[in-house]
């Protein structure tokens, strides 16, 4: 699962995904869509586009791709190019809150779930948090402007990333276009840990 603004490094071995990030450089785009897998249809319905940083060739052909989440995205139709899948989409962003009222509501919400993410983290055993601050780096900080980026906050992506959460759960939270909706069921998430990293 990729996340916007989440770092996601790769390792390249299929001759099929290496003709994919080779043409995703040449043609200058330097990004593709990642998407889970499901059974039914192949892949998901949403997924996150990654931003190609930098790729290390390796001698025998795999490369070490250093991406980083960009633009969450939904399927429109499904498609095929020389064994890689391919997708038409469209991009998702989050729907803008205009009421003060509900404005104010929201930024509370969000400062109270940022507050219990940080405590959070804070409790887990020092094993694991290392762990996460060498794959995933430091939590971002709390943004001034909660509804300046597309895809919301990054320290929402960045705590989905490393909570242990079944893919299909992570996935709801992907693809959806409210910041209250997806703050909701971080603070559910967050509960349910704390109250069992507590025992």
């Known amino acids: 699962m990729a996340y916007p603004t989440v770092p996601c490094p790769l390792h390249v071995f299929e001759p099929r995904y290496r003709l994919m990030i080779r043409r995703s450089m040449e043609t200058g785009t330097k990004q593709f869509g990642m998407c889970i897998s499901d059974s039914q249809n192949g892949f998901a319905d949403y997924g996150c586009m990654l931003q190609i940083r930098n790729v290390h060739f390796l001698p025998d052909g795999r490369s070490v791709v250093d991406t980083v ?102 996935l709801s939270v992907l693809s959806m276009m409210s910041l209250k909706d997806r703050l909701i069921k971080i603070q559910h998430i967050l509960t349910y840990f704390s109250r069992h990293q507590s025992k």
């Open 69 to 170: 989440g960009g633009k969450r995205f939904r399927v429109l139709r499904r498609g095929m190019k020389d064994g890689y899948c391919t997708a038409d989409i469209e991009y998702l962003e989050d729907i803008k809150v205009a009421d003060e009222d509900e404005l104010k509501k929201l930024r509370e919400l969000h400062n109270f779930v940022y507050n219990q993410a940080c405590s959070w983290f804070q409790n887990l055993r020092n094993k694991f948090r290392t762990q996460i601050l060498q794959h995933f780096g430091p939590m971002p900080d709390r943004e001034e402007n909660i509804q300046a980026m597309p895809n919301g906050p990054a320290w929402c992506w960045w705590l989905l990333a490393v909570l242990p959460v079944d893919p299909r759960y992570q």
